[in-house]
């Protein structure tokens, strides 16, 4: 089988591999898809040198068939389509005691933390799966990941139907955030200043804005009818988002920081006071995102199709990378059982 792996210096190397038969308690999966995301990124950029062992097998946005069963695994069989939540806890940490497993303080998050699925067969533990169900392709079900954290983001920001959401950044996550909660029956209006990814996003019928054209906080204000957005999201990372999203927010609104920032940005505190606003992070997902993710995709409330932007053999990885890098791209898949274009 090839696997694909980061070896530093901004490097992914494909090799032959001999498979693995899966330990006990393990399931043995042959890998369809796997979605490559910001997260991937940071790897192949270095950001996540100390945390990453290598050479390291990367992936985790993925979906595939039960090629082998471990000892003592019973509830699957050979064959069976699945995608893998990949959160692995501990359940002894203070959080996991207190019913947060998903935020482990000693979290290993398969695929990043342990191998991943940029591999043909992929061994992991049973009860990390998630069964597909018969009618979403496999092509599709490799957004599950995604979508669960869209689905999450959403959940935790309590959006009702009816409110008002801004999403600042209309890249994928903000996308996929944007289509889960205008279908919870949420008014949406996403700030993303790429021409690109805008008309995409208009295509999907979302509302959006250019902030580069005109100043957001205005136009909210209008939109809303001088109230402000009941929910903010910030996926962009950028910290002129984090000003924006103060300034949008209405009195006792919520700002729910879904976006990865690895240095400090400043925040209008005085905004945070003056109008009692919420901040919330939103980190990864929980079970029953996973589950409902499944079910949008399935039901096409999530447009799969139209959110893919290339499809890229695992033999040719580090197109996916470069894709993905230029910024023109919403999701990119490597198909890991085809050789070549």
């Not at 899966?22 to 995301?37: L, T």
């Not at 999403?167 to 994928?172: A, I, Q, Y």
Request: proline residues 6%; negative net charge.
């Amino acid at each position: 089988m090839l696997t694909a792996a980061y070896v530093g210096d901004r490097t992914i190397e494909v090799a032959e591999a001999d498979p693995v038969p899966p330990a006990p308690g393990e399931v043995q999966v042959e890998v369809a898809y796997v979605g490559i995301c910001g997260t991937d990124l940071h790897i192949l950029h270095g950001a996540m040198d100390a945390r990453v062992s290598l050479p390291a097998v990367i992936g985790h946005e993925m979906s595939g068939t039960v090629a082998a069963l471990g000892a003592g695994v019973t509830g699957w069989s050979v064959g069976d389509r699945v995608t893998v939540m990949p959160l692995d806890w501990d359940g002894t940490c203070p959080a996991c005691r207190a019913g947060h497993q998903h935020v482990c303080q000693h979290l290993n998050f398969v695929g990043i933390d342990s191998p991943g699925a940029l591999q043909g067969r992929w061994n992991v533990r049973a009860d990390l799966l998630v069964p597909l169900p018969a009618g979403l392709s496999l092509q599709h079900a490799a957004l599950v990941e995604p979508v669960a954290v869209a689905v999450h983001d959403v959940r935790r920001s309590e959006l009702a139907a009816g409110d008002f959401g801004v999403v600042l950044g209309g890249g994928p996550i903000g996308a996929l955030i944007a289509l889960v909660a205008a279908d919870a029956g949420a008014q949406v209006l996403v700030s993303e200043p790429d021409a690109g990814r805008r008309a995409l996003l208009g295509g999907l019928g979302l509302r959006t804005f250019d902030p580069a054209a005109a100043d957001l906080a205005a136009h909210v204000e209008a939109w809303t009818g001088g109230a402000g957005a009941d929910v903010v999201f910030e996926v962009s990372g950028a910290a002129p988002a984090v000003a924006a999203a103060t300034a949008v927010a209405r009195v006792r609104g919520t700002i729910v920081v879904v976006a990865i920032h690895p240095n400090p940005q400043p925040v209008d505190l005085k905004q945070v006071f003056w109008r009692e606003l919420r901040i919330l992070g939103a980190r990864v997902y929980e079970r029953i995102d996973f589950e409902r993710a499944v079910e949008l995709l399935d039901a096409a409330v999530v447009p799969a199709g139209a959110l893919i932007t290339e499809v890229v053999p695992l033999a040719e990885v580090a197109d996916a990378f470069s894709t993905l890098e230029s910024g023109q791209a919403m999701k990119v898949l490597v198909t890991v059982q085809e050789q070549t274009r």
